[in-house]
């Protein structure tokens, strides 16, 4: 298989539905686009379709490969990639369009949750002592507290005193993660900052010490705002612009410096998981406590 076949085959129709994606969702919401910190939230809506439809074509193209990721006891196994592929479109048009989102968002996480304990926790059970398998399983983790976060924040107005259960229940299990991240980047800066997998900046970032050092003390005190609840808001919007700029900054430039093929994906799953992990972010901030971000920053404060 020529790298020319490879990219075209398996690389190009993700990185275009992305790109889709990404377009359609700024077209949307760029009427509630700013500079001020408190209009950085409605990102969310844009990055978490932007990821969902990069990984739903990568399993509609990458099936033959992906299949061996199912455990052996499910049956059809090249069925279930095809089905999960198809699911995260269905929650990207949902979440793009703002439509039956509370259906989406809760399905949504109950895929991530699925993966969690089918996927990631044998893995840490047989490997304890690999952080990166840890990282792995609560990434997937946060990213249903997030979906199911964001399910809340649109039944709430039905169901408030349930929605408010269900967002204090992921506020705290998200702030525990974040806190976890955050040591994970203290104690190893060099690697890419947002979620501490195994990937290493590339030789030609600048302050790569630096960029995991902040980034490790944004969700450190994300994690400890979200538990004690308050000013959470304001600091998870920062950490999220934070894990904003390290795609624009350090993800997407080494994925345009790759030249092989699995350096192509590797560096497109890495743009699309911390993205994704920007707009779960962002979907926390919009659930946190409404505060006036704006009065916060206020010199009369």
Not at 259 to 282: C, E, H, K
């Amino acid at each position: 298989m020529t790298p020319h076949y490879f990219y075209w085959r398996f690389l190009f129709w993700p990185q275009l539905a992305g790109f889709v994606f990404l377009i359609a969702g700024l077209i949307i919401v760029r009427r509630q686009l700013s500079f001020r910190l408190d209009a950085f939230p409605g990102l969310g809506r844009v990055f978490v379709p932007f990821a969902l439809a990069v990984f739903g074509a990568e399993h509609l193209v990458s099936a033959d490969f992906m299949k061996a990721m199912v455990p052996d006891y499910v049956p059809g196994r090249a069925f279930w990639i095809y089905f999960v592929g198809l699911c995260l479109f269905a929650a990207a048009i949902s979440v793009l369009a703002d439509r039956c989102v509370e259906i989406s968002g809760t399905l949504l996480g109950l895929m991530w949750f699925l993966f969690v304990v089918m996927l990631h926790v044998p893995f840490v059970k047989s490997d304890p002592h690999n952080r990166f398998a840890w990282a792995v399983a609560t990434r997937d983790f946060v990213f249903a507290l997030g979906a199911w976060t964001l399910a809340a924040t649109h039944f709430e107005a039905k169901r408030p005193v349930f929605a408010r259960y269900v967002i204090i229940a992921c506020r705290v299990l998200a702030a525990l993660i974040f806190l976890f991240y955050g040591v994970e980047h203290l104690l190893h800066p060099e690697y890419s900052p947002g979620i501490p997998l195994p990937g290493l900046q590339a030789a030609f970032i600048p302050w790569k010490h630096v960029w995991g050092f902040c980034i490790g003390v944004l969700l450190l005190a994300s994690g400890v705002t979200m538990l004690i609840n308050r000013w959470s808001r304001c600091v998870i919007t920062v950490l999220g612009v934070g894990v904003t700029l390290v795609v624009l900054l350090i993800n997407f430039p080494m994925l345009l410096a790759a030249r092989q093929p699995s350096d192509i994906n590797t560096g497109m799953n890495y743009v699309g998981d911390t993205l994704l992990f920007a707009g779960i972010i962002f979907f926390f901030a919009v659930a946190m406590k409404r505060t006036q971000i704006t009065d916060m920053a206020s010199p009369t404060r």
